[in-house]
């Protein structure tokens, strides 16, 4: 399958802070990236989903000024959380879909996830 | 937009049994998957199912589009096993509610 890696694993930052977290396709084009974010013991909630070159569209409810995404390349998507709070403290991670070897495939690979505390 | 529910929520089983999954969506699904959640956040991917079945060693999975809905199939389950497991679909890929598995030695 398909390699997805995001960065950091973990990170902890302080209030007012931002935070970057990166989604990277490793063997394949990523047409399509989406970002969850995941509350202990829930199911995973989408927060936006992103397409290369143009702008992520945002989920009901989430601020788009907050949780800043770009999908720059083909390969690359990112995640900043400006002026984090404790509130934001959350398991955020990434998936891609594309263009695999052989052809146009649909199926989502996820990357490791980012846990973020917010002190 | 698309709602999936799984059941059942908490499942408790000992080594060595068997147990089924099943995954029911609100609307017609083209790029079903079946995921494993490891303890540490981790989602593996089990399936991509969109129709018909699969086979992965002790694990299969069905899929009757017709029906919206997807059936996961463990069989001889190990410790190992244990973990929440979720299907997704739909263009947004919308998770499930999960199913916590927890295997007993």
């Known amino acids: 399958g398909a390699v997805v890696s995001q960065h950091p694993s973990r990170v902890i930052c302080k209030s007012g802070t931002s935070v970057k977290i990166e989604c990277r396709s490793l063997?394949?084009?990523?047409?399509?990236m989406f970002w969850y974010r995941q509350f202990p013991k829930q199911s995973l909630m989408l927060m936006a989903t992103s397409n290369e070159g143009s702008k992520a569209t945002y989920e009901q409810g989430v601020e788009k000024d907050k949780f800043l995404i770009n999908h720059a390349s083909l390969t690359l998507s990112t995640l900043t959380v400006t002026s984090a709070h404790p509130e934001d403290s959350s398991f955020y991670i990434c998936?891609?879909?594309?263009?695999?070897?052989?052809?146009?495939?649909?199926?989502?690979?996820f990357g490791q996830g980012t846990r973020l505390t917010v002190v | 937009g698309i709602q999936v529910e799984q059941s059942p929520p908490d499942l408790i089983l000992q080594e060595g049994a068997n147990s089924t999954l099943r995954c029911n969506f609100s609307?017609?699904?083209?790029?079903l998957q079946w995921f494993h959640q490891n303890p540490w956040g981790q989602l593996i991917n089990l399936f991509y199912?969109?129709?018909g079945t699969k086979q992965n060693g002790r694990l299969s999975a069905t899929t009757v589009a017709t029906e919206r809905y997807s059936l996961l199939y463990i069989s001889s389950s190990q410790t190992t096993d244990s973990g929440v497991y979720f299907c997704?679909?739909?263009?947004?890929?919308?998770f499930g509610t999960g199913t916590r598995l927890t295997i007993i030695p």
């Open positions: 609307d017609s699904v083209n790029n």
């Open positions: 998936s891609a879909t594309g263009a695999l070897t052989g052809g146009w495939n649909t199926e989502a690979f």
């Open positions: 997704a679909g739909g263009e947004k890929l919308t």
């Open positions: 063997d394949f084009q990523a047409t399509t």
């Open positions: 199912i969109p129709s």
